[in-house]
């Protein structure tokens, strides 16, 4: 049975992993106001040049592009973007999960995030590059990462191109969601993550034309690579959100555990403090019994 200074030991210890977890969770919820409002800000640019590029393809014509051309063979090409800490719940486990049912045969795998690349390295399986993005991400590190894909894809050995990501639903809910990356195909844009996002088949309908100078072919060439660099940016801002949300809930999960544990030592602490002043009193009274 545990003596009282073994208790007062525990709550000391558990106060102390109380502070910090409180510490962080205001951390984190600063970062995840940020972090969420970035991500949200993003999503009518996004919805925007998605309708853009829907009208330039529904009036392309015969239009042909590398990063458009679909293909029957080659290996198939996963993303993995990640975070690059933990304490943010079940976050990366549920992402990874999904990793893990790629066919690691015929998968290369792109690591974004250290989690992820740690990820392929314990399951030792083909890693193909790996790289990191800030705290705030930069449109410059999401341009490195397509300018690779766009590079890999276009050297013709790879049949299609596939994007793991945490889609930022709400601070209480993230899921992981697998994109098509490339072959561009039809522009959708981020339909699941964007409220609004229109199709190509409903652009093809609207009443309204544009003009496109010089060509709607030329149009679309030039913004295709800008149109792939935005989406792996916005891919990493949903995840960013999802990973500050998840690390604040986690931490204020962890501070009401800490506080529930500190109230349940407490109680047992003066159950056996108390236990202890019984017996002490009870050797009193036998002694004064005995005596007189």
């Not at 995840?32 to 853009?52: D, E, F, K, S, V």
């Not at 990191?132 to 590079?151: C, G, H, I, M, N």
């Not at 913004?223 to 949903?238: G, K, M, R, S, V």
Request: hydrophobic content about 40%; some cysteine; glycine content about 4%.
């Amino acid at each position: 049975m545990a003596s009282t200074r073994d208790i007062r030991r525990r709550i000391k210890s558990v106060k102390n992993t109380a502070q910090i977890t409180k510490a962080m969770q205001m951390v984190a919820a600063s970062k995840m106001r940020r972090a969420q409002q970035t991500a949200l800000a993003g999503r009518p640019y996004a919805t925007l040049m998605n309708q853009m590029l829907g009208e330039v393809t529904a009036n392309s014509g015969e239009f042909s592009h590398p990063l458009i051309d679909k293909r029957d063979s080659g290996k198939r090409v996963l993303v993995v973007i990640s975070t690059d800490k933990g304490l943010c719940g079940a976050l990366n486990t549920n992402l990874l999960r999904e990793a893990a049912k790629a066919d690691s045969a015929t998968t290369q795998f792109v690591a974004v995030g250290r989690k992820a690349s740690q990820f392929i390295a314990r399951t030792k399986r083909d890693l193909a590059a790996e790289f990191t993005y800030q705290d705030v991400p930069e449109f410059s590190d999401a341009r490195a990462v397509s300018k690779y894909l766009q590079e890999l894809y276009l050297e013709g050995e790879v049949q299609q191109i596939d994007v793991l990501f945490t889609n930022f639903v709400s601070t209480l809910t993230q899921h992981p969601d697998r994109r098509v990356f490339l072959p561009v195909g039809e522009i959708t844009g981020l339909e699941a993550s964007i409220e609004g996002a229109s199709s190509t088949t409903a652009l093809e309908e609207s009443s309204l034309e544009f003009q496109f100078e010089p060509s709607a072919g030329d149009v679309l060439g030039n913004l295709l690579p800008h149109y792939l660099n935005y989406q792996i940016y916005q891919l990493l801002l949903e995840s960013k959100a999802s990973e500050h949300s998840a690390r604040m809930v986690a931490m204020k999960s962890a501070t009401d555990n800490a506080h529930s544990m500190i109230k349940d030592l407490t109680l047992e602490y003066n159950k056996l403090r108390q236990a202890s002043i019984t017996n002490e009193l009870l050797e009193i009274s036998s002694a004064s019994l005995a005596v007189g």
